[in-house]
């Protein structure tokens, strides 16, 4: 059998709490997405003004970031035209998220979970994202 | 044009920590979802111990009952064989959910958005669904 | 964080085995498929003659019995007519699987997986089901 | 009528050992999938530390390169912007696969299935993919 480690529903609050206070500081107000380290939802926030369209994709960036453990904009840069991975956008009814603001959540070297941002600009969310994990290794 | 009253995140917030109070209270960890009046996902929580199934499920309680007004386990009633809404378990690509646990949240009359409630029994759901509305209007 | 354990490849492996040696020992090619602790599949094999529709079922009985906790004729029995969890069978896109076949596997009272069969009757789904569980368990 | 060929279990099995060695000899845990002529699975297998994402799409490039009779880095160069097969990735909710680690399996000039590999670089997943090809023909 295999062990793992994976974040629990305090740690999912700890992680959206900095994301919400990064997000608030830029003024964007987003939804955000906490996986585990299958991708399967742990917690999630819309914040209010958050879109609508961003609810799947937040959630999706969470997915992808921690079941393929790699960060989305990652995949963004590996599937244009052209490169090794073009196409993989639409993958698993299009769940495979390219666009940035999917972070997965390192313990160890081992992923145990990710955020996933949605409702700026794919650089807000990553910035957003990113104040999570600071927020969760804090 | 329309203007309709909907629940923010500092509401769902309120809502979810009574649901998880009473789901403690009864030890059965749950997953909790809170909607808004269009049915789209504001909050969610897994509970250490919620089921993954529940995920799906909790989300898409809470999506019917705010976005059908009406409980689930109202649809389960008018669902059965040879009743009028026989077969609509099915509708939506199965997001219609007539099992019980969702609940619409009502002010001064008007849905203003609905929690679902998935991992115990259909029993279960629905007491820490109420606890939840409780919560709220208390 | 949360820890837990989950079936690895080996261990799929083990499962199969005793799975499809039962299914020769009674006749039936089956489909038989093993999840993780959180429904994502492990291992498939599709014995020759096994169904095709039965591909997906048994990968979904496994899904079911993992992530639900749970075997799917218990889910079988609670939604039937005028039981509390009647119509769930279409939840989840119909991934929720409550027809015979497939059983959580436990270690130490924890779900570490599950083994999901399909291309027979239920009765006969469930009694290979049962000695893939006890060929890991022996 | 028609009379086809297709790959039995125990071809599979081989096809799914050979494929594995090659990811053991390059350290990359990977998901494999082989499908019969007709684009179904007939085995899968995830190595310990397979991602979950590749879950699906190494079952769907095995679909791809069974069922178009093409290897899927094939449909990744034809699929380019420009290209006569430009979007087609996106084609049967998403699983037309056009990143490489797909490869038809041929007997005799006709394909009889085929292989997904994925969890590497896509240069990875079809290196494996091949050793699998070769370790059948072998």
Redesign the interface.
Same mark, same amino acid.
């Given at each position: 059998?295999?062990?793992?480690?994976?974040?629990?529903?305090a740690?999912?609050r700890t992680i959206i709490a900095a994301a919400t206070a990064k997000a608030q500081e830029i003024g964007v107000p987003m939804c955000i997405a906490i996986a585990?380290d299958?991708?399967?939802?742990?917690?999630?926030?819309?914040?209010?003004g958050g879109k609508?369209t961003s609810?799947t994709i937040a959630i999706d960036k969470a $997915?992808?970031a921690?079941?393929?453990?790699k960060a989305t904009h990652e995949y963004g840069t590996a599937s244009q035209?052209?490169a090794?991975? $073009?196409?993989?956008?639409?993958?698993?009814?299009?769940r495979?998220m390219v666009v940035g603001g999917g972070l997965p959540i390192l313990?160890n070297g081992a992923v145990?979970g990710a955020i996933g941002i949605s409702s700026g600009t794919p650089a807000q969310d990553l910035e957003v994202a990113q104040a999570g994990v600071d927020g969760f290794k804090g």
């Amino acid at each position: 059998m295999l062990t793992t480690s994976r974040l629990d529903i305090a740690d999912a609050r700890t992680i959206i709490a900095a994301a919400t206070a990064k997000a608030q500081e830029i003024g964007v107000p987003m939804c955000i997405a906490i996986a585990d380290d299958s991708g399967n939802l742990v917690a999630f926030e819309r914040m209010d003004g958050g879109k609508v369209t961003s609810i799947t994709i937040a959630i999706d960036k969470a $997915y992808t970031a921690a079941a393929a453990k790699k960060a989305t904009h990652e995949y963004g840069t590996a599937s244009q035209p052209g490169a090794p991975a $073009y196409g993989i956008n639409s993958a698993i009814g299009g769940r495979l998220m390219v666009v940035g603001g999917g972070l997965p959540i390192l313990v160890n070297g081992a992923v145990v979970g990710a955020i996933g941002i949605s409702s700026g600009t794919p650089a807000q969310d990553l910035e957003v994202a990113q104040a999570g994990v600071d927020g969760f290794k804090g």
